[in-house]
């Protein structure tokens, strides 16, 4: 897999609705810069720490969504996905090694507010609603990456030859990634055909479009540590 169609479905719609603050997520400065290789190193460094321990609490809310889920195919989904992230930490640990960040180091850091703001609205989310306003909350960041990652790939004023950050690009145009995308999707697709998204559609909205803007204030996070 090497694209994903990001208009379609129910995600398309969300994604669509989310506006102008969809675009100022995926066109943020610090994605500017980190494809163009000036982003300030602190900025980076600030950024890979707070999302180690972002992804810790992005797997507890795909453990949440495991136990929300209903049906066996469903919960092997979920599982899925959750499992992808657990082993997706050392991964991070030991690209952060080449940073300088060691995960004790990382694992003790104070959380910044962004992602205490973003971690506990996603599970918020999950606690007072079903798997499918969980959903919701979790694409933003799921899918949304991908897409900064296939198009940071596909510009030519990308930087790739000479950027410390072109690992991290690559990563999120990999089609082992893109792959376990587009299963969250095709998940939140049936999902949101199973629980009624049609007449639910403003509020799954309005989840969306809020955990867009944290992913934004998280850019800005790391941005303002340069």
Request: hydrophobic share 45%; proline share 3%.
């Amino acid at each position: 897999m090497t694209s994903i169609d990001f208009d379609q479905g129910l995600y398309g719609r969300l994604r669509l609705q989310a506006g102008a603050d969809w675009q100022a997520y995926i066109h943020h400065p610090f994605i500017q810069q980190l494809g163009a290789g000036t982003l300030a190193e602190s900025a980076f460094r600030r950024y890979l720490t707070q999302d180690y321990l972002f992804l810790i609490h992005f797997a507890r809310a795909y453990a949440l969504l495991v136990y929300k889920m209903r049906t066996l195919p469903e919960i092997r989904a979920a599982a899925s996905s959750l499992q992808a992230i657990v082993a997706e930490l050392p991964l991070h640990v030991g690209y952060c090694a080449n940073w300088g960040l060691s995960e004790s180091e990382m694992a003790s850091e104070a959380e910044a507010m962004e992602t205490i703001n973003y971690t506990r609205y996603v599970l918020d989310i999950g606690q007072s609603g079903d798997a499918l306003d969980l959903l919701a909350a979790l694409l933003p960041c799921v899918a949304g990456y991908a897409e900064i990652g296939l198009r940071l790939l596909s510009n030519p004023a990308t930087v790739i030859d000479g950027n410390p950050y072109a690992p991290w690009i690559n990563n999120y145009g990999d089609a082992h990634y893109l792959h376990g995308v587009q299963a969250a999707i095709d998940l939140l697709e049936q999902v949101g055909d199973q629980r009624g998204a049609e007449s639910r559609f403003d509020a799954l909205a309005a989840i969306f479009t809020t955990a867009t803007r944290l992913e934004a204030a998280f850019w800005q996070m790391g941005l303002n540590a340069q």
